[in-house]
Nanobody
Framework: QVQLVESGGGLVQAGGSLRLSCVAS????????MGWYRQAPEKERELVAH???????NYADAVKGRFTISRDNAKKTLYLQMNSLKPEDTATYYC???????????WGQGTQVTVSS
């Protein structure tokens, strides 16, 4: 069974930091690259960062240099360290296996990040 549980969001002032966590079921974490998506109100979900099983990372231009994705394979946990947060980073953040099938239905509840100006 696919399970994804995100946590760590909150309300922070611009320039602040947050660290998100995602605990994934073993079957996903053991075979997949993993990524963080975000969805702001009235906008489509977008991929902001992903990391391979071996630790290779890739970032969207909007977060490059500010966000760091990492994974702990032993703990089946994905992380997103977010620094220098901006109001435009406000969104609900989700983790998912990469690539993410268009038919993927096992999204977690997400974790809300709100950045005040």
């Amino acid at each position: 069974q696919v399970q994804l549980v995100e946590s760590g969001g909150g309300l922070v002032q611009a320039g602040g930091s947050l660290r998100l966590s995602c605990v994934a079921s073993k079957i996903i974490f053991s075979i997949n690259a993993m990524g963080w998506y975000r969805q702001a109100p009235e906008k489509e979900r977008e991929l902001v960062a992903h990391v391979s099983r071996g630790g290779s990372t890739n970032y969207a231009d909007a977060v490059k240099g500010r966000f760091t994705i990492s994974r702990d394979n032993a703990k089946k946990t994905l992380y997103l360290q977010m620094n220098s947060l901006k109001p435009e980073d406000t969104a609900t953040y989700y983790c998912a296996p990469i690539p993410t099938p268009s038919t993927f239905r096992s999204w977690g509840q997400g974790t809300q990040v709100t950045v005040s100006s």
